[in-house]
């Protein structure tokens, strides 16, 4: 596609990006098919290929308001249209440069701007997040039906993780939300890996993945949350003695924008190569277990087998379409012996992505209802997913159990028997 | 009526974010897949029902706007390039399949419905829905009628002319008809061949009776290497010669195959000079039967690879490929031609040669992808808009290979219409007397030429100053006139 960029932008890393990125695009529209906003709204302005032109007239130096903002906005950085666009353009990388851009430019109104700014400070804040959660939990019988849907319960949590020392480490990601809405998750990890000899490390003061903040307008804020994170993983990484072989991520929206560190800041001296040695060491826990098949297959052999439990796999879009990882989870799930049950447009987001369900609630609940309505068809006993922001956002519109794989692949290796609804 | 006007009373009628008329909201709009041409309108229109259409035709009609429809804004032609001083009337919010009929086979759906929706939706009973366009994932079978489009699959199948029963239409004056029917045959003109194809000046589709197919028990795809352009273009010739009729046979040369294999990793020959994908489908039996003489008259065209897909996953990888053909351009150019001629399959080495020849004289990279079966060509003319000139070459280089087609004895549109890039060559194609009779026709149905105006048909003035620079080639006699 043709490009003019303005002179403001045509000698800056970003400007050059954007123009590359731009260039590659030429406009066959195969984007608005996998497009979930595209296909609720039918407006060019809310596809993947209007966002890219509202994009483009913004570096040509045309004046844009807030309604490019809220078409942006509006974009679940789902990146079902980098799987389906035969051009390889690198869409997220454009709408990131886009969406820095307009918030230089662009005045967001005050609400907007309390709102994204109490949940940049609350949610990445884990003992903050935690507390807030917990007080929530406490008034929930006092709250109207509507606000108690959207407090999520306290789940059941299982024994302790184990302690034992294999010669083989790993780091894993602890978190932000994770630890408070659903602890059993990283937990479960530790248990299933344990299992397969491998030993997961925390590190001390590590903290979110910056992914928040990157993607509620505030990317040096993001950026910054980055760097905090390599500075408490580096001791580990460094470590000529303990060497730890990955950095294992349970949650994909966080494990995407982790394996994204080196290019992010690629411009940071000081930051490129351990941002770049991060992103090679990271790995989602599907990525771990499914490389592990020979020894899971002999645990499986030795646990009680059942009647092939029918469940419904959502893949989250930062697994399928951000790590490009489709198929990995549903292996072992099949391995595990569930019957996985056939999902129609598995390919939509859940709305779920990141805070957009609280930031654009009302396409959030659209899309929950429209992929609920998709995994129930079949009815399969329960719903199954990758990542806890799509977890805790499809439970709140479905009164069947959602939960993370790991976990019930957990409640396989532990042998229990019978019915392995959690 | 002055623009807020027009704003004012469409508003009215429809939400405000479905009425856009700023140009950070329309430059959006200016284009649909051949982003060369470029027009924003003066509002655009985003109705999500036929009553809506019906009272925003009746407004355009009272002032004489122009309106100009748009599905997915995939087409390649630039059929629903925007007008100036009109309103471009988007179809996508009509997104329903309002029925499907699983004993008569047929399926009634909204014109924003997505060619490969209907296929996916009818997968339950057995049935599909044939034409495949290769942008079928996104394009609209409203758009499909429009265009009339065929696809890898209507060698055997047809085009959509073939694959429709009924439309419901309306006129430039918002009044309804209902064109074709249920059964296989209707008396009186044949207006449904008539509509199809009409590139949106006739009428405004606003409900399509398709024909299903039962699913065939089997498909099965050979794809053949061959390191010769012309030993591939024969082999498609032995096909045919030797009676037959496969489900699709396709051609892509080398700069192709790297392109498409960069994107689906299908496993096509990255060192052949063409590869020929050719498909049988049918019952078990059948198929076997043809799949093996397939290989056989591939094997005797001097084939250097034959692989028979070994599954169902691989069968539609290398589909993929193929329908992935011209974005995946995108990642060896930045910006793409894509011509659509249709040349008897005899001249096929022939034309593949002068077109050789031409990307020499014009300095321009040229993929070829084509329906080979039926002798539709698409060379991509890959050029770079960012340079000056360049749009120019490739427009010419463009123009002359139509005109070896129709000299071929071929035809200007295989599939994509004439919409506004081909409307110079159509000039060419068709005589005054043929041209006199499209002008009657489309005055018939719209007398004040509100709907689509100035494309698919040339004007006569059109015709004289494109024969004029014609026939000087490289002496433009108006050079002042705006030649698209």
Request: hydrophobic share 40%; net charge negative; aromatic share 6%.
């Amino acid at each position: 596609m043709q490009t003019r960029l303005n002179e403001r932008f045509q000698n800056t890393p970003q400007g050059r990006e954007a123009e590359t990125i731009l260039r590659n695009c030429v406009h066959c529209g195969f984007c608005l098919a996998t497009c979930p906003t595209y296909r609720l709204s039918g407006n060019e302005l809310d596809s993947p290929r209007g966002r890219i032109y509202l994009i483009k007239q913004l570096l040509e130096g045309r004046e844009v308001t807030r309604k490019t903002q809220l078409h942006l906005d509006r974009c679940l950085t789902c990146r079902a249209c980098e799987s389906t666009c035969p051009s390889g353009v690198e869409y997220a990388h454009l709408l990131d440069i886009g969406r820095n851009q307009v918030e230089q430019t662009i005045t967001r109104a005050p609400i907007d701007r309390m709102l994204r700014f109490a949940l940049r400070k609350v949610l990445p804040n884990r003992n903050l997040f935690a507390f807030v959660l917990k007080s929530a939990r406490l008034c929930r019988p006092l709250l109207p039906e509507r606000l108690q849907r959207m407090v999520p319960a306290q789940p059941k949590i299982r024994q302790n993780p184990p302690q034992a020392n294999h010669p083989r480490r790993m780091l894993v990601l602890q978190g932000c939300l994770q630890p408070a809405l659903n602890p059993d998750i990283n937990h479960a990890a530790e248990r299933v890996l344990d299992k397969l000899g491998i030993t997961l490390l925390e590190a001390q003061k590590a903290s979110c993945c910056g992914a928040l903040a990157y993607h509620l307008d505030a990317q040096p804020e993001g950026l910054d949350a980055m760097r905090r994170l390599i500075d408490a993983w580096w001791p580990y990484i460094a470590n000529p003695d303990k060497p730890i072989e990955a950095i294992v991520v349970t949650a994909s929206g966080c494990g995407v924008m982790v394996k994204d560190y080196g290019r992010l800041l690629k411009h940071d001296s000081a930051y490129a190569e351990k941002a770049a040695r991060v992103s090679e060491l990271a790995k989602d826990i599907g990525e771990i277990v499914a490389a592990e098949r020979p020894e899971l297959t002999r645990l499986l052999e030795n646990c009680p087998a059942s009647e092939a439990e029918a469940i419904a796999f959502h893949a989250p879009c930062t697994l399928q379409h951000g790590q490009r990882l489709d198929g990995v989870v549903e292996n072992i799930l099949k391995t595990a012996g569930f019957r996985l049950t056939r999902v129609a447009d598995a390919h939509l987001c859940c709305g779920s992505a990141g805070a957009y369900s609280i930031v654009q609630p009302h396409i959030a609940r659209q899309l929950r209802d429209n992929k609920i309505a998709a995994l129930t068809r079949d009815d399969p006993t329960f719903l199954v997913t990758a990542n806890i922001g799509c977890q805790i956002h499809l439970q709140n519109g479905t009164q069947l159990p959602v939960r993370h794989w790991i976990e019930i692949l957990d409640r396989v290796l532990c042998g229990e028997t019978g019915d392995r609804n959690p | 009526m002055p623009r807020a006007n027009l704003v004012k009373a469409f508003r009215k009628l429809l939400p405000s974010e479905s009425v856009l008329f700023e140009p950070e909201d329309l430059r959006p709009y200016e284009c649909d897949g051949l982003s060369a041409y470029r027009q924003m309108p003066m509002i655009a229109v985003l109705p999500s029902n036929e009553a809506e259409i019906i009272e925003i035709l009746k407004i355009c009609t009272a002032e004489k706007i122009p309106v100009v429809a748009r599905g997915a804004g995939t087409g390649l032609s630039g059929g629903a390039l925007p007008h100036a001083d009109g309103v471009l009337l988007s179809l996508a919010k009509l997104n329903e399949i309002l029925e499907i009929d699983p004993d008569a086979c047929t399926a009634r759906v909204q014109p924003g419905v997505r060619n490969l929706a209907i296929s996916e939706a009818s997968e339950a009973y057995g049935l599909y829905y044939a034409p495949d366009p290769s942008s079928q994932i996104a394009c609209t079978i409203g758009g499909n009628v429009a265009e009339n489009s065929g696809g890898v699959h209507c060698l055997k199948y047809g085009l959509t002319v073939h694959n429709i029963l009924k439309l419901r239409v309306l006129t430039i004056e918002g009044d309804s008809l209902e064109i074709g029917s249920e059964a296989l045959d209707s008396s009186g003109f044949d207006l449904l061949a008539l509509m199809t194809g009409s590139e949106g000046m006739l009428g405004i589709i606003t409900e399509i009776t398709v024909k299903l197919l039962p699913k065939p028990e089997t498909a099965q795809l050979v794809m053949a290497a061959f390191d010769d352009v012309e030993k591939a273009g024969a082999a498609v010739a032995n096909i045919i010669q030797a009676g037959i009729v496969p489900a699709g046979l396709e051609m892509m040369d080398r700069m192709t195959i790297a392109a498409v294999e960069d994107f689906i990793h299908a496993g096509y020959d990255p060192d052949a000079a063409a590869i020929v994908l050719c498909e049988s489908d049918g019952s078990n039996e059948e198929v076997a039967d043809e799949i093996e003489k397939i290989r056989d008259i591939m094997h005797m065209s001097g084939a250097v690879r034959i692989d028979t897909a070994r599954n169902e996953a691989e069968r539609r990888r290398f589909w993929a490929g193929r329908k992935a053909a011209f974005p995946a351009a995108g990642r060896v150019s930045p910006d793409y031609y894509c011509m659509d001629g249709t040349i008897p399959r005899k001249h096929l080495a022939e034309v593949l040669r002068r077109i050789e020849d031409l990307s020499s004289e014009f300095g321009l990279r040229c993929m070829n992808v084509f329906h080979a079966g039926d002798g539709n060509l698409h060379p991509l003319i890959l050029y770079d808009a960012n340079r000056s000139g360049e749009l120019e070459k490739a427009e010419a280089f463009g123009a002359r290979i139509l005109e070896i087609c129709i000299e071929a004895g071929g035809s200007l549109t295989g599939e994509h219409g004439v919409g506004i890039e081909k409307l110079n060559q159509m000039c060419l194609q068709f005589g005054e007397a043929e041209r006199d009779i499209f002008h009657a026709v489309k005055a018939a149905f719209d007398p004040d030429a509100l709907l689509n105006p100035g494309k698919a048909i040339p004007s006569l003035r059109r015709c004289a100053e494109f024969g004029a620079m014609h026939v000087h080639r490289g002496e433009e006699k108006f050079p002042d006139l705006p030649r698209f």
